[in-house]
């Protein structure tokens, strides 16, 4: 079992929809959970992090968390083109070791 | 500006070379990463260090080789051993092992 699983996609949506990316992770002991964009050819950059169960809003974009199913999310509204990305989820299991997950690629249509 | 710079931005090696790649941060970060990406995937760790002159081997080690003589400065060296060097290589660094990570613009390899 890998420690991060996400859904490759690709993940379609239309413009202005809200798109919802989802990632599951094994070790229970994990503490913090990180959202990172990455556009084409270029490197990964933090869109959020949450560390307790819920959901921590930051415009549109809001991550949720939820330790006792091993699930984050991560919800765009009002979903733009400029949102076309692949969308890695960042777990730290309980031994500060930290693991990606292959990425969710997601297209706005306009 | 703070950051992490990644350099060159293209490295091209011929079969049987070592090569370095660069990693300078300023941001005061104790931890430093190196990932390789793969095309349509995810990223796997090299190598990792949270503190001057000590480091640990990630996932995939084998064929890479580090150093921290400096705060600053986290290099990885690509050498012959390494069969399948082709990729994408990233350097992260962090305030420490379980804050988040912040990446320079990475370096693309090519064997040629």
């Known amino acids: 079992q890998k420690e991060v699983e996400q859904n490759s996609g690709p993940l379609s949506v239309p413009e202005g929809a809200i798109a919802s990316l989802n990632c599951t992770y094994s070790?229970?002991?994990?503490?913090?959970f990180f959202w990172y964009r990455q556009y084409s050819g270029k490197s990964p950059e933090l869109i959020m992090f949450?560390?307790?169960?819920g959901d921590k809003e930051d415009g549109r974009f809001t991550a949720q968390l939820n330790k006792a199913s091993q699930y984050v999310s991560l919800l765009i509204r009002d979903s733009q083109p400029s949102d076309s990305a692949t969308y890695l989820c960042?777990?730290?299991?309980?031994?500060?070791?930290?693991?990606f997950g292959t990425g969710t690629r997601l297209t706005v249509i306009p | 500006d703070g950051g992490i710079t990644q350099s060159p931005k293209y490295l091209f090696r011929k079969e049987g070379q070592n090569v370095t790649l660069s990693c300078e941060q300023n941001?005061?970060?104790?931890?430093m990463y190196w990932y390789r990406q793969d095309p349509g995937q995810g990223l796997r760790l090299i190598y990792y260090?949270?503190?001057?002159?000590?480091?640990q081997k990630g996932d995939i080690a084998e064929g890479y080789s580090v150093s921290r003589e400096k705060k600053e400065s986290f290099p990885l060296t690509v050498t012959s051993a390494q069969k399948n060097p082709t990729a994408f290589y990233l350097c992260?660094?962090?305030?420490?092992?379980?804050?988040?990570?912040?990446f320079g613009q990475g370096t693309r390899l090519t064997v040629v």
């Open positions: 949450i560390y307790s169960n």
């Open positions: 960042a777990v730290n299991n309980g031994a500060n070791n930290l693991f």
């Open positions: 260090s949270q503190i001057v002159n000590d480091f």
């Open positions: 992260a660094s962090s305030i420490d092992r379980s804050t988040e990570a912040f």
């Open positions: 941001l005061n970060h104790d931890a």
């Open positions: 070790d229970r002991g994990s503490q913090s």
